[in-house]
T-cell receptor, first 109, second 115 residues
Framework: DAKTTQPNSMESNEEEPVHLPCNHS???????IHWYRQLPSQGPEYVIH???SNVNNRMASLAIAEDRKSSTLILHRATLRDAAVYYC??????????FGTGTRLTIIP | ETGVTQTPRHLVMGMTNKKSLKCEQH?????MYWYKQSAKKPLELMFV???????ENNSVPSRFSPECPNSSHLFLHLHTLQPEDSALYLC??????????????FGEGSRLTVL
């Protein structure tokens, strides 16, 4: 399985942007980069995914490095509801979706 | 509300009991999954069903027995469990099995405690 590396935890102030990094130096050309998050006492929820180009949706933006060996999930204006564990996952479509330990994001009011 | 409903939300059982977890999805998806989330550990994929056929069994002990009677329902039958099986069991569904762009929809989980 292609692996990802994320910081264990991060803190951010409310109403400020948050940049969550992910390293995936062994990514292959067919791997999509997916982000999920898990709020307390809930199952994970999909946030965003991309292949090569940067992506935006109503929840977040995904910035993918030109060599695709790293990516950054951007929350433009963090709220207390964004406190969660964020998972960066590679998906080649042929393997089981493997979740790591993710980054625990704490939002400071 | 994600469209994936799991029952019961909480379950306490003894090691000799037999119980079942139920998952139902209202999204018209064709693939369903069971994941296990233990304390301080990453999510572990247990089983995958695609069009009601089991396509993945991730070396799960036989005391866990899945059943998928149709594309909308998934069960996990539990018997002779051990205390270390206590965990949050998550059901998920997707349109098809692990397309590159496939999005997984998770339920809220069933919190299992084995005494």
């Amino acid at each position: 399985d292609a692996k990802t590396t994320q910081p264990n935890s991060m803190e951010s102030n409310e109403e400020e942007p948050v940049h969550l990094p992910c390293n995936h130096s062994t990514i292959s050309g067919t791997d999509y980069i997916h982000w999920y998050r898990q709020l307390p006492s809930q199952g994970p929820e999909y946030v965003i995914h991309g292949l090569t180009s940067n992506v935006n949706n109503r929840m977040a933006s995904l910035a993918i490095a030109e060599d695709r060996k790293s990516s950054t999930l951007i929350l433009h204006r963090a709220t207390l509801r964004d406190a969660a564990v964020y998972y960066c996952i590679l998906n080649d479509g042929n393997e089981k979706l493997t979740f790591g330990t993710g980054t625990r994001l704490t939002i400071i009011p | 509300e994600t469209g994936v409903t799991q029952t019961p939300r909480h379950l306490v059982m003894g090691m000799t009991n037999k119980k079942s977890l139920k998952c139902e999805q209202h999204l018209g998806h064709n693939a369903m999954y069971w994941y296990k989330q233990s304390a301080k550990k990453p999510l572990e994929l247990m089983f995958v069903y695609n069009f009601k056929e089991q396509t993945e069994n991730n070396s799960v002990p036989s005391r866990f027995s899945p059943e998928c009677p149709n594309s909308s329902h998934l069960f996990l039958h539990l018997h002779t469990l051990q205390p270390e099986d206590s965990a949050l069991y998550l059901c998920a569904s997707s349109q098809e099995w692990l397309q590159n762009t496939g999005e997984l929809f998770f339920g809220e989980g069933s919190r299992l405690t084995v005494l």
